[in-house]
């Protein structure tokens, strides 16, 4: 049975904060083109999920680094597949971009 483990999260409140706070955080964006451009985060880097492995060379292994995407799954095993590779520092958004959407900027386009 291959059990996979449940990374570390924060919610977009506590991510707000990270932010209002100014602490040294990258946020990785592992959504499609298409759904970067109906909304994303000011300052986040997008690499689609399907491109993370031709692209592991643009992701830092030494700052915190937020994961995302639109509901927080793919952000989820995209994290599972770098802890692998030998990435850390990783945490996930629960509930993605949504969240955000929801919880932070009401003013956001929801999808």
């Known amino acids: 049975m291959n059990i996979k483990?449940?990374?570390?999260?924060?919610?977009?409140?506590?991510?707000?904060?990270?932010?209002?706070?100014?602490?040294?955080?990258?946020?990785?964006?592992?959504?499609?083109?298409?759904?970067?451009?109906?909304?994303?985060l000011e300052g986040a880097e997008n690499i689609p999920m399907n491109?993370?492995?031709k692209c592991l060379d643009k992701i830092c292994n030494e700052t915190p680094t937020i994961v995302l995407c639109h509901h927080g799954i793919r952000?989820?095993?995209?994290i599972n597949y770098l802890e692998v590779k030998g990435y850390q520092?990783?945490?996930?958004?629960?509930?993605?971009i949504h969240s955000w959407a929801v919880n932070i900027d009401t003013t956001m386009t929801k999808y």
């Open 89 to 96: 520092n990783l945490i996930n958004l629960k509930g993605g």
């Open 75 to 78: 952000s989820r095993n995209v």
């Open 51 to 53: 491109l993370i492995k």
């Open 5 to 40: 483990k449940i990374p570390k999260e924060i919610s977009a409140v506590q991510l707000n904060e990270m932010i209002k706070k100014g602490n040294n955080i990258n946020i990785l964006d592992v959504r499609e083109y298409i759904e970067w451009d109906i909304c994303h």
